[in-house]
């Protein structure tokens, strides 16, 4: 058997100096999600694409990110249109309207400047859509191909200025490279330096070339050099465009990694997890069906993994609270989390089992002894590996998943409290797990508050994702000086040493992986107990690391703008 990579000590992420001199660079980055606005938010991609403009403005660079008004950001106080720009040409019979938008308090930065663009098709007044399993995609891979061209019509026409960059963040903007490679309108697109940055391979976006109204033909049927009835991958020039596994579907993340002058992901570990195929055997999650690509790619020195960075702002105090404090302030929340809950009734049980609990005082003994803690979303890539069967030698007999051998592990010493919502048959495993294990607390919703004291207050943090390719959680919790149980993946790999500031695990198989997992919350929660010197070393080690985002944009500026062309 192959040796854990678990166990073997990882070096410091090096934190390059600032760059010396940084050549005046006007970036504009295109994104579906950007937290420097308020409601402007889903995912970590939104704090990437909040974090990273400051940085590069810091470092001298001018930054514009765009991203669709979804038929409200533009109407949020202190918008207004875009002083000054010039008129955008009528799509599909109406024009679009730029404007800039006040960054939220403490997300201002000069330098940055924060645009959304208004459209009938861009109203669909949520960010993503989730459509039937037989369309996926469709709602929102329409809304972002009229996003790009829109973008693509505003670049022309001279609404940013000259640019010198562009900046495109996942499959919503690799439409953007389809009009820039077929379109002759576009063709000066060609001529910018274009990056492209994958949050997470596994969201690709794929639609049909033609034959659906949510289909490559039907947004942009003026694209010339296409073979729209051809159904196959034979070598010709549309074949860019096409997906190896379905022919006759377009890919815009494959079209990105294809045509971008810089493929970006965000550490350098899950550079490369994608080179490698999939392997469900193994739990492996690699390049989710493009791996050959992202092989062409790095052979051309085209691919560069550079880690993710974390904000730690001066003299912020972490919002530490005890048990007492911490049970308190959910109990408070429930009420808000159970009316926005878009079905209330699935709420009541896991709602109720919380109530209970957060009024038990041995609980709360409990959990001043030992708390961990788990913030994240109820999705295959972050939960499977809880819900993955231990070994019947691990467990005294089959069919119990890694979570719940870690909380019978952990018995009456300590109490896990876990927000996440998401995929409904992940919310009932788990709602189920808190109804039968007294020290499980299952919020079943997300509250930004809660979340902030769980990275601040508890003792050990669990991140068993399958696959991540870089991963927000991790830093935050050791931000505040929490110790991380992770999987050693991705960036998660990256950003921790396994004994040194934080513990990790890996395995050959799935289920070797849980009962790793199990073991080295088992071996946190031991530590924890019965070695205070050396858990208060752990734990300054974790709270003493910086991922800074000035590392980043100074990687930004080496391996993805320059050269310009």
């Known amino acids: 058997m192959k040796k854990s990579v678990a166990g073997k000590k990882r070096a410091p992420v090096p934190q390059p100096a600032p760059a010396k001199t940084v050549p005046p660079l006007r970036i504009l980055m295109i994104a579906a999600e950007n937290d420097a606005i308020p409601r402007c938010k889903v995912g970590g991609v939104a704090d ?19 991203t669709p008004s979804y038929g409200y950001l533009h109407t949020a106080p202190g918008a207004a249109k875009c002083q000054n720009a010039p008129p955008l040409p009528s799509h599909a019979g109406a024009v679009p309207v730029l404007y800039d938008c006040p960054a939220k308090p403490g997300a201002a930065s000069a330098g940055v400047r924060n645009v959304v663009v208004d459209h009938p098709l861009l109203r669909s007044q949520a960010i993503y859509v989730a459509d039937s399993a037989d369309r996926p995609f469709a709602t929102d891979a329409t ?54 940055t994958i949050h997470n391979l596994a ?106 960075g974390c904000e730690y702002p001066a003299g912020r105090v972490p919002p530490k609270l005890d048990a007492a404090q ?54 295959s ?79 050990i943090f669990l991140m068993p994702s399958s696959f991540e390719p870089c991963g927000i959680a991790q830093m935050l919790a050791m931000r505040d000086g929490q110790v991380v149980v992770a999987h050693a993946t991705g960036g998660l790999k990256d950003t921790i040493r396994d004994g040194t500031d934080g513990f990790l695990f890996s395995g050959e198989s799935l289920v070797e992986k849980a009962d790793r997992f199990a073991a080295a919350v088992r071996k946190a929660v031991a530590m924890k107990l019965s070695d205070a010197e050396g858990w208060a070393k752990i734990v300054a080690n974790a709270k003493a690391v910086r991922f800074e985002w000035s590392r980043v944009a100074n990687e930004y500026i080496a391996k993805l703008y320059l050269p310009l062309k």
């Open 326 to 379: 911490l049970f308190g302030n959910v109990r408070d929340l429930l009420p808000s989390l159970f009316q926005s809950a878009p079905d209330e009734k699935r709420r009541w049980l896991p709602h109720i089992t919380v109530l209970a609990r957060l009024l038990d005082p041995s609980l709360i003994a409990r959990a001043d002894k030992l708390l961990l803690t788990c913030v994240t979303r109820a999705a």
């Open 381 to 459: 890539q972050k939960v499977d590996l809880m819900r993955t069967p231990v070994s019947e030698s691990v467990a005294g007999k089959s069919g119990v998943s890694a979570l719940e051998q870690i909380l019978r592990d952990l018995g009456d010493k300590g109490v896990l409290v876990m927000i996440s919502s998401g995929d409904h048959d992940i919310e009932d495993f788990l709602t189920g797990l808190a109804v039968r294990h007294t020290n499980l607390i299952f919020i079943n919703g997300f509250a930004a508050p809660i979340a902030d004291a769980l990275y601040a207050s508890g003792d």
């Open 143 to 196: 809304k972002f191909a009229h996003f790009c061209r829109i973008a693509g019509d505003a670049i022309r026409a001279g609404a940013f200025g000259k640019v010198d960059c562009l900046h495109l963040h996942d499959w919503q903007t690799g439409f953007l490279f389809a009009v820039r490679e077929f379109h002759p309108d576009f063709a000066f697109l060609r001529g910018i330096r274009t990056a492209f």
């Open 48 to 66: 990437v694409v909040r974090d990273a403009p400051r940085a590069l403005a810091a470092a001298g660079c001018e930054v514009i990110v765009l």
């Open 203 to 308: 969201y690709q976006g794929v639609r049909p070339l033609t034959g659906d109204d949510s289909s490559l033909q039907a947004w942009f049927p003026d694209l010339e050099g296409v073979e729209w009835s051809r159904g196959t991958v034979a070598p010709h020039r549309d074949s860019v465009l096409r997906d190896p596994r379905w022919p006759a579907c377009f890919n815009p993340m494959l079209a990105a990694i294809r045509l971008a002058d810089a493929v970006h992901v965000v550490s350098p570990t899950y550079a490369q997890e994608v080179l490698l195929p999939n392997d469900l055997a193994t739990g492996r999650c690699g390049g989710e069906g493009l791996d050959q690509d992202m092989r062409n790619a790095a052979a051309a020195g085209r691919l560069h993994g550079i880690l993710n």
